[in-house]
């Protein structure tokens, strides 16, 4: 594994927010909501875009749990 970066990145949804991920595998968690996520470079948009399928459901605390898809 290699060190942890600071990135910004487009969410599945088009929105921009910030991540902390492995700078070899792109797999960490976004700084605010620190769900589980995994991004990409897209030179075509010039940023990190998110590419996991995960689906996510939050509990009455905001803790995220991973959805039974």
């Known amino acids: 594994m290699g060190d942890q970066i600071k990135v910004s990145y487009l969410t599945r949804t088009g929105y921009q927010s910030t991540a902390y991920v492995d700078e ?4 960490g968690g976004d ?4 769900v589980p996520l995994q991004l990409e470079w897209s030179d075509e948009q010039d940023t990190y875009v998110q590419i996991d399928e995960w689906k996510w459901e939050f509990d009455y605390f905001g803790e995220p749990h991973r959805k039974l898809v």
């Open 24 to 27: 070899k595998t792109f797999e």
């Open 31 to 34: 700084k605010h909501s620190d």
